[in-house]
């Protein structure tokens, strides 16, 4: 203790010094003159539409926008469940773009699918179009060279990181460290928003990231994800909340990052824009050509598109850490409790990670009491599919809580679930390995290494707790809500702690029975017994053991430290052969399910038995996990 006394003050004084070393005006002017010098000024369109590509999701928005009025709003809306198409809509929106595009992001990989859409915004650029990338810093373009040729491969292209540790693009571990220790809040304040947003008129936003397993491209694990195109008014809410973020003072240019400014000034020579390098390079040309093709793009875009009416762009208030209190600083959030709490009927809720926070289990809670209260399903990960498992530890701790005082239906999803692997076959119809080149088949042996994380991920490249199954594995990552088949939501808020109080959240609301249904039933996909395992209570055996296992349960669930009571009061459970699904409270359950453990296809392994410690120990730290 006494060597700890000695180096604390120092380390804190040094981290104090960090946080405030900005980079001096003078060096930011010399780097502008710099890139506005040397900025790759090639182009490669001289037309006024600045060569634009025809597409028929762009030309849909705009006549939604022609044909509303501020009374009667109209609205193109398009439900991308499946990676391909998410994928390929992105694209022919990027190349189809004639004045701007704003993307707003919480990860941006290097690999394939971070690649491609770099190259096609760049390509953007370069023809003439706007193009500004907002990306949070802690887990985007860890790669200072990268962007170092992105600040000055065109004047029309500008990158802004946001929350930068210490005024850097690159956070070391140490200084990961020490953003934790110095400046906690602020640190732990995160950009989760994504945005796509195109001439203005037509965005999507849900929970896809830049990277692989966002699109079913990843060669072992892989998100089961979601996101909404909307075309319409909606788009103008976009703009006016992406112009927001990009005008706050934690969104800093390349220019007034440390490492980057000092790599410019350094290099006078402006850095050539390289061709991508896929590690697939069939697949990402197959997506490509799907993103022209006008059959393809109408049987799995412009058909499964529908014509509503009310849509809302909801966005939570940058750096709402700074003012938690103020009611719009966390508008995204109100509103979706709002939601909630107004269920007559039925409340649909899909979350990869089911940690409640204080609002919401009041929600919850008030509606269970009802004389009549709404039916609640939760669709979520097991402990087999997700990778965040420091998170799903406090979820498992709070089994009971979630079964008995709120009335919860709850499926964890299977890692090899079928649903998922039908879309997995749609984004990889090359896997075949005697199809590939064979520099591209000999790729499949040297998968890059993941990036260890001891508490898990909640997006990163960290891998899951090992399985005793083999084969593609899946986790839930969607986030979205039904109330009462008349709203839908999708968006990036994970309705938990973190998602209320720290991250920057953004989603779309959709007032439309008909698009409610449809997500409805692709949230209720992940729930069907081939699919998913259901939590329920161990059936009682011998009453008075029972009765007294639930109760020393319960004690040990209320204690905030040393939850170590083994036999807890709910386990999964998987269908018989034969039965037909039934739910938890139904008399007849216990005949057509059989239980599989609290665990189930999981190894023992060291992130299992950290699970079992976070359960245990860990619940100081429920708030930001």
């Given at each position: 203790?006494?060597?700890?006394?000695?180096?604390?003050?120092?380390?804190?004084?040094?981290?104090?010094?960090?946080?405030?070393?900005?980079?001096?005006r003078?060096?930011?002017?010399?780097?502008?003159?710099?890139?506005?010098?040397?900025?790759?000024?090639?182009?490669?369109c001289?037309?006024?539409?600045?060569?634009?590509?025809?597409?028929?999701?762009?030309?849909?928005?705009?006549?939604?926008?022609?044909a509303?009025?501020?009374?009667?709003?109209?609205?193109?809306?398009?439900?991308?469940?499946?990676?391909?198409?998410?994928?390929?809509?992105r694209i022919?929106?990027v190349?189809?773009?004639?004045?701007?595009?704003d993307?707003?992001?919480?990860i941006?990989?290097?690999?394939d699918?971070?690649?491609?859409?770099?190259?096609?915004?760049?390509?953007?650029?370069?023809?003439?179009?706007?193009?500004?990338?907002?990306?949070?810093?802690?887990?985007?373009?860890?790669?200072?060279?990268?962007?170092?040729?992105?600040?000055?491969?065109?004047?029309?292209?500008?990158?802004?990181?946001?929350?930068?540790?210490?005024h850097?693009?690159?956070t070391?571990?140490?200084?990961?460290?020490?953003?934790?220790?110095?400046?906690?809040?602020?640190?732990n304040?995160?950009?989760?928003?994504?945005?796509?947003?195109?001439?203005?008129?037509?965005?999507?936003?849900?929970?896809?990231?830049?990277?692989?397993?966002?699109?079913?491209?990843?060669?072992a694990?892989?998100?089961?994800d979601?996101?909404?195109?909307?075309g319409?008014?909606a788009?103008r809410?976009?703009?006016?909340?992406f112009?927001?973020?990009?005008?706050?003072?934690?969104?800093?240019?390349?220019?007034?990052?440390?490492?980057?400014?000092?790599?410019?000034?350094?290099?006078?020579?402006p850095?050539?824009?390289?061709?991508?390098?896929?590690?697939?390079?069939v697949?990402?040309?197959?997506?490509?050509?799907?993103?022209e093709?006008?059959?393809?793009?109408?049987?799995?875009?412009?058909?499964?598109?529908?014509?509503v009416?009310?849509?809302?762009?909801?966005?939570?208030?940058?750096?709402k850490?700074?003012?938690?209190?103020?009611?719009?600083?966390?508008?995204?959030?109100?509103?979706?409790m709002?939601?909630?709490?107004?269920a007559?009927?039925?409340?649909?809720?899909?979350?990869?990670?089911?940690?409640?926070?204080?609002?919401?289990?009041h929600?919850f809670?008030?509606?269970?009491?009802?004389?009549?209260?709404?039916?609640v399903?939760?669709?979520?990960?097991?402990?087999?599919?997700?990778?965040?498992?420091?998170?799903?530890a406090?979820?498992?701790?709070?089994?009971?809580r979630?079964?008995?005082?709120?009335?919860?239906?709850?499926?964890?999803?299977?890692?090899?679930?079928?649903?998922?692997?039908?879309?997995?076959?749609?984004?990889?119809?090359?896997?075949?390995?005697?199809?590939?080149?064979?520099?591209?088949?000999?790729?499949?042996?040297?998968?890059?290494a993941?990036?260890?994380?001891?508490?898990g991920?909640?997006?990163?490249?960290?891998?899951?707790a090992?399985?005793?199954?083999?084969?593609m594995?899946?986790g839930?990552?969607?986030?979205?809500?039904?109330v009462?088949?008349?709203?839908?939501?999708?968006?990036?808020h994970?309705?938990?702690?973190?998602?209320?109080?720290?991250n920057?959240?953004?989603?779309?609301?959709?007032?439309?029975?008909?698009?409610?249904?449809?997500?409805?039933?692709?949230?209720l996909?992940?729930?069907?017994?081939?699919?998913?395992?259901?939590?329920?209570?161990?059936?009682?055996?011998?009453p008075?053991?029972?009765?007294?296992?639930?109760?020393?349960g319960?004690?040990?669930?209320?204690?905030?430290?040393f939850?170590l009571?083994?036999?807890?009061?709910?386990t999964?459970?998987?269908?018989?052969?034969?039965?037909?699904?039934?739910r938890?409270?139904?008399?007849?359950?216990?005949?057509?399910?059989?239980?599989?453990?609290?665990?189930?296809?999981?190894?023992?392994?060291?992130?299992?038995?950290?699970?079992?410690?976070?359960t245990?120990?860990?619940?100081?730290?429920?708030?930001?996990?």
């Amino acid at each position: 203790m006494p060597v700890l006394r000695r180096f604390a003050f120092p380390l804190v004084l040094a981290l104090l010094l960090l946080q405030g070393c900005t980079v001096p005006r003078a060096q930011i002017r010399r780097a502008d003159a710099i890139v506005a010098a040397g900025a790759d000024r090639i182009s490669t369109c001289d037309r006024t539409d600045h060569c634009a590509l025809p597409s028929p999701l762009l030309e849909a928005a705009n006549a939604a926008l022609a044909a509303s009025t501020p009374q009667q709003p109209v609205h193109v809306v398009t439900l991308l469940d499946d990676s391909a198409p998410a994928m390929a809509a992105r694209i022919n929106l990027v190349r189809a773009a004639r004045q701007s595009i704003d993307v707003q992001t919480y990860i941006w990989d290097q690999d394939d699918a971070g690649q491609l859409m770099l190259d096609e915004l760049v390509r953007a650029a370069r023809r003439g179009v706007r193009v500004r990338i907002l990306a949070d810093q802690l887990f985007s373009f860890n790669d200072p060279d990268l962007l170092d040729r992105l600040a000055r491969i065109s004047p029309n292209l500008e990158v802004r990181l946001y929350n930068p540790t210490f005024h850097k693009a690159h956070t070391q571990p140490l200084e990961f460290a020490a953003g934790l220790l110095c400046c906690f809040m602020q640190f732990n304040q995160r950009m989760h928003n994504k945005l796509l947003l195109v001439d203005d008129a037509i965005g999507i936003t849900g929970g896809r990231n830049y990277q692989d397993r966002y699109f079913n491209w990843d060669d072992a694990f892989n998100y089961v994800d979601r996101d909404a195109m909307v075309g319409g008014p909606a788009a103008r809410q976009m703009a006016a909340s992406f112009a927001l973020f990009w005008n706050h003072k934690r969104s800093l240019p390349l220019t007034h990052l440390r490492d980057i400014n000092r790599r410019i000034l350094s290099d006078r020579v402006p850095p050539v824009w390289p061709a991508p390098r896929y590690r697939r390079p069939v697949r990402v040309a197959r997506v490509q050509q799907a993103a022209e093709d006008p059959a393809w793009l109408q049987t799995w875009l412009v058909d499964a598109s529908r014509q509503v009416g009310q849509v809302e762009y909801f966005s939570d208030l940058p750096a709402k850490t700074d003012k938690p209190d103020k009611r719009r600083a966390l508008e995204f959030t109100q509103h979706i409790m709002r939601m909630i709490s107004e269920a007559k009927r039925e409340v649909l809720l899909q979350t990869p990670y089911l940690v409640m926070s204080k609002r919401a289990q009041h929600i919850f809670r008030t509606l269970h009491r009802r004389t009549d209260p709404p039916r609640v399903i939760v669709s979520t990960n097991s402990l087999a599919a997700t990778d965040a498992f420091a998170v799903y530890a406090m979820s498992y701790k709070h089994r009971k809580r979630y079964l008995k005082k709120f009335g919860f239906e709850v499926h964890e999803l299977k890692p090899h679930a079928p649903s998922a692997a039908v879309d997995n076959e749609l984004a990889n119809l090359d896997l075949d390995t005697t199809a590939l080149p064979p520099s591209e088949a000999a790729s499949l042996a040297h998968v890059p290494a993941a990036r260890f994380h001891l508490l898990g991920s909640r997006g990163s490249n960290n891998r899951p707790a090992p399985l005793q199954s083999e084969g593609m594995r899946f986790g839930l990552h969607a986030k979205s809500i039904v109330v009462d088949d008349i709203f839908a939501m999708v968006g990036s808020h994970n309705f938990d702690p973190r998602s209320d109080h720290y991250n920057t959240e953004s989603g779309v609301i959709v007032y439309d029975h008909g698009f409610a249904d449809q997500l409805r039933h692709s949230i209720l996909r992940s729930t069907q017994p081939e699919n998913a395992w259901v939590i329920a209570p161990r059936q009682s055996k011998v009453p008075v053991l029972t009765d007294i296992n639930q109760a020393i349960g319960s004690v040990s669930e209320s204690l905030p430290l040393f939850d170590l009571w083994p036999f807890r009061y709910a386990t999964s459970f998987d269908l018989k052969p034969g039965c037909q699904p039934l739910r938890a409270t139904d008399p007849n359950f216990y005949a057509c399910y059989e239980p599989v453990g609290d665990f189930p296809d999981v190894a023992l392994s060291p992130k299992l038995i950290i699970t079992r410690l976070v359960t245990a120990f860990g619940v100081g730290a429920k708030g930001i996990l």
